[in-house]
């Protein structure tokens, strides 16, 4: 806006210039017309005097008429000029004014016009440039060219000399850069120039402006900050990990670390936005605590961390990484209050494992993953093998998406049987995939990859509703007490049609509410406040909710007897410890009777043999599932083995 100002100032002093110019070249020809005259009034003044004293003496007393005749035309130039230089002085007096004022304009604005004379080498500059400058006027007045120079900053000393280059030769100019002012104070400027020809096409000046943009420079400089760093940790963002991070620029190899926060969704959803971010701010404190200058960290989005190990071997690597799960063994305490984060670390090597810097990502995020799948709180080096695994995720996704409309997915069953009689009295249907082009797929595989995708809500509607309608079967084939549970998904149970779904999938089978059991794991408790709702909506239907693998996840005792939950599971990694580990079965007791003091049905997952079924007996735990009583079975299976032999509507083990 400054410079735009400033040049429309320069086309308007420029034009009233030439105005004023061609004011003066009129006034010069009047004048050179004007004395002309004279000479020719003079001339006819003496011609006409010479006659009428000829006429005097030829005609005597007649002559008056030639006398008067000479006095008027004497006396006429002599008032055509006296009109005419008053009219010349008062255009004069005009024209003195009109300089006078675009004078005070131009030495009154904070730019400065200047001027180069091509033929004298001179510098001009009107009395702005002593705003800008922080001089004198005067002190410019001598030898101005080296004056102005001298106060240029070193380091954009090229750049003028580029500026001068272009004046010399007559070519349109702008060049920005630094000034130094006598108090040391740091301006930005920017100085124009644009060329002056003469009559006959030869380069006589250059004319320009010179305005301060340091304002401007600053802005653009805020500006690009913002856009390069992330506004919560003050880190270089993933916008300046492309910009300023090309491998271009890198001759040497390097180590990139991707890093991922175990648990942070737990705090964010649990404590709030505001807390995250806080946890965000202490972590990378944490994580600058373990690198070097040289170094570089980068908040790539989210809970994600990037750091690049300039010139760093393997070693070195591992022995950064290795400090970092270190750091992190130490609670952050935000507000007064603990909590626990660690970091799951993927690395990737440049220039083994990509030519750029996107392959170099790519591969540290793939190993990031797999550091997770293998624990957390860990590092993984990337690995050729891990792309195979990627083109199976790949390949699985594919056919997932066609798997449902070719009814290539099943159910099993696996009995619960009640501990205290040995009698079926339930079973937890389990979904299983055999592709037609892949063969059987694991859940252990697929399940995972459905939540990452999405396609697990509409999965689980499915195994839900088939399920429903087997127990509804059984139950009108003479089965009244048998009752069916059902593995809901965390990406499932947020969903917020999930309750809708469950009571039209109750509506369409006419299965009834207390039959059906919706099994969660204790991921659940992240959102505490969704959850309560959920199931107290399930409970007032008339639903019964089991939470499964308990013991292994993330649990409040606080929330949980306050929630509307009718069973805990105990996963089968503390039933195998029985008669092996004794801490391991001191918590299965634990549970037990927790469970029971909580009025909770009690059930014991992955029973195996005959001593971890008496273990849990003598516990008086109710229920139990494993491959002591049956591995999970087919419709058919489950039908030859358990159906055939009826006892008022329960089932009797085989």
Known sequence: MILRDVCNLKKEVNTKRTEVISMMLDENKVRKLERDLVFFFIVLITFCKSFAVAAFHYYGNQAYYYVIFDTVLFALPIIYFSIKYKAMDKQ???????????????????????????????????????????YKHNYLSYDPEKRWIDAVHPRDLSIVGELMEDVAIG???????????????????????????????????????????TEQIEYKEKFQYLAHHDPLTGLPNRTYLKSQLALEEKNLPFSLLFIDLDRFKIVNDTQGHEFGDLLLIEVSKRFKQCIYGKDSLIRYGGDEFIIILDNAD?????????????????????????????????????????????????????????????GRNNYKFFKSSLNEVNRRKLQLENRMRRGLEKNEFYVQYQPKVRLSDDKVVGMEALMRWKSSELGEISPVEFIPLAEELGIIVEMGEWILHEAAAQCKQWQEEGLTELTVSVNISPVQ?????????????????????????IELTESIMQDIENAKFVLEC???????????????????????RHLPINTLKIDKSFIHGINTKEDEESIVKTIVYMGHNMKFEVVAEGIENASQLRFL??????????????????YDDFVQRYVANPSEGTLIKG
């Open 314 to 374: 393997k070693e070195e690597t591992i022995e950064i990484s290795k400090k970092i799960i270190h750091e992190f063994r130490e609670p952050f305490v935000i507000k007064g209050l603990e909590f626990f984060s660690s970091p799951s670390i993927g690395i990737g090597l440049y220039p083994l494992d990509g030519k750029n810097m996107e392959e170099i990502i790519q591969a540290a995020d793939t190993a990031m993953y797999h550091a997770k799948e293998n």
């Open 493 to 517: 149970f947020k969903d917020q049609k999930f309750v809708t779904r469950v009571l039209h999938v109750l509506e369409q089978t006419r299965l009834q509410p207390e039959y059906l059991e």
């Open 617 to 634: 007996q003598d516990l008086n735990c109710e229920i139990g599932q494993g491959f002591y009583f049956s591995k999970p079975l087919t």
């Open 171 to 213: 070519l349109d100019t702008s060049k920005e850069f630094r000034i130094i002012l006598p108090n040391k104070e740091v301006k930005w400027i920017q100085m124009t120039g644009s060329p002056y020809y003469s009559r006959i096409g030869m380069l006589d000046k250059v004319t320009g402006v010179v305005i301060e943009i």
């Open 92 to 134: 004069n007096d005009e024209i003195n004014k009109k300089m006078e004022h675009y004078t005070q304009i131009v030495d009154n604005t904070s730019a400065a016009l200047w001027s180069y004379d091509i033929h004298t080498k001179q510098f001009y500059f009107s009395k702005g440039v002593s705003k800008l400058f922080g």
């Open 538 to 560: 399930l409970q007032e239907i008339g639903v019964k909710v089991a939470i499964d693998d308990f013991g292994t996840g993330y649990s409040s005792l606080n929330y949980l």
